[in-house]
């Protein structure tokens, strides 16, 4: 009989629930129920991102060379024996894997019986084997990733505005790394950061779809591992306010310019957005730029904007950003529209109505998503990672009010907290 906890965790607006099971491995496992389903999504994450290359242990600052966290989710899908993907062919389940700014995610979606893809999956990620032959290899593959990385417009353009706002913090480095700071990596580091970030006490596994808390269960009673003690904390960046640069362009070849729009959010310590605020950032970007926007429609008649422009706010422990991209024949006038936008809508105030309809449209696509069994799981980790009650964010779009979006933009999109990055054509002046 399993010593695991479960707590059922009910969301009365939609019905929709998903069962929490505090593992004595001392790992967190969520399983969303879809009865009916025919297929199921499971990942298995941890706490670490390209952000991690500083870290504090007992009080002690520790400082590895950047691109550790990407190289080991490459590193894992091999063992001694054969690599994971060989491994999963047989069962007939889809697998992948990312690196974030915060995160390392294995993941697979499949049909039928999930149980022999999470054995796998719980498998592989718990069992590391680097050697110096396997890590020199695996620098070729990824510094030509790099190269690859160096060469598109659509990362250089992100990269470029990250750099542009950042002074200290580590979102401003690429998450693959940098050549020179891959040439650094050894087995002894991999091994050392996959001790350090790999613990059970600092991964969540989430599972979703055509699949019973029970059958999870007796997969994680068989092959998790009790973990130690965990001692490790992200370090705190004392991250200046302002940006670094208001600007800056670089010229490759594109057809049409690109162009981001940041806007650096007052990100405290490590501390990751809350619900609520997250929702009425939506909200506040749909009413500023949505497609149904005063100000879309402007800058599509004016032919500054074409279908590919948008906007979004992401963030992570101790950063924040706010977005507005796409591709425009003059981005200065974009962004200066995007500016004087702001403005008027501090002046004049939100209108309640066009409130209304944003909120009820971030409700409505929430709501909408709970049929991805993928989406459900990625939900559930991020709520996890970011300290965020399950079904939260749906709750706080549902309870947002005219004053909280205000709030949010009260504290936000001011000039000073604004950098522009632009890639335009080659040769053009």
């Known amino acids: 009989m399993s010593e695991a906890v479960k707590t059922t965790i ?24 879809k009865p009916g389903y025919k297929s199921s999504y499971a990942v298995f994450a941890t706490k670490y991102g390209s952000i991690d290359n500083i870290f504090d242990i007992g009080g002690q600052r520790t400082e590895v060379p950047a691109g550790i966290a990407h190289y080991l989710e490459h590193k894992l899908f091999e063992n001694e024996d054969c690599d994971a993907f060989a491994q999963y062919a047989k069962t007939g389940a889809s697998a992948n894997a990312y690196t974030s700014f915060d995160r390392t995610a294995y993941l697979f979606s499949c049909t039928g019986d999930i149980r022999p893809s999470l054995k796998i999956l719980l498998n592989f990620v718990q069992d590391p084997y680097f050697t110096a032959e396997t890590v020199a290899k695996e620098q070729g593959i990824i510094a030509q990733e790099i190269q690859m990385c160096n060469d598109s417009p659509a990362r250089c353009v992100l990269y470029n505005l990250l750099e542009a706002m950042y002074h200290l913090h580590p979102i401003k480095i690429d998450i693959a790394g940098t050549l020179e700071s891959i040439a650094e990596i050894t087995p002894e580091l991999l091994y050392g950061c996959y001790n350090q970030f790999y613990n059970l006490r600092n991964m969540a596994l989430a599972v979703a779809g055509n699949v ?123 962004a200066a ?5 702001i403005a008027q809508l501090r002046r004049d105030g939100i209108d309640e109505e066009l409130f209304a309809e944003a909120r009820n449209a971030l409700y409505g696509r929430m709501t909408a998503s709970l049929n991805d069994v993928e989406n459900c799981g990625d939900i559930l980790i991020s709520d996890y990672f970011y300290g965020r009650e399950p079904f939260g964010y749906l709750d706080a779009a549902a309870a947002l009010t005219v004053n909280d979006v205000a709030a949010m933009l009260a504290e936000n999109l001011y000039p000073e907290q604004a950098s522009l990055s632009i890639i335009k054509p080659i040769g053009n002046d």
Not at 337 to 341: D, G, I, N, P, T
Request: aromatic letters at 10%.
């Open 337 to 341: 529209a995007v500016h004087q936008e």
């Open 10 to 33: 009910v969301n009365q607006r939609t019905g929709e629930s998903c069962i929490r099971i505090d593992h004595p491995s001392g790992m967190p496992i969520f399983v969303w129920e």
């Open 212 to 334: 019973t808390a029970d059958q999870v269960l007796e997969i994680a009673d068989k092959l998790l591992k009790p973990a130690g003690e965990f001692k490790l904390e992200r370090a705190v960046i004392a991250e200046p306010p302002e940006v670094v640069k208001a600007r800056v362009e670089q010229a490759m070849p594109v057809a049409a310019p690109l162009f981001y729009l940041g806007f650096k959010y007052p990100a405290a310590g490590n501390a990751c957005v809350e619900a609520t605020p997250m929702a009425a950032a939506a909200v506040l970007l749909e009413l500023l730029a949505g497609k149904s926007s005063a100000l879309y429609a402007r800058l599509m008649a004016e032919g500054l904007i074409n279908p590919s422009f948008g906007s979004e706010f992401f963030d992570g422990p101790g950063y924040g950003v706010w977005l507005f991209a796409g591709e425009s024949r003059d981005p200065d006038a974009v």
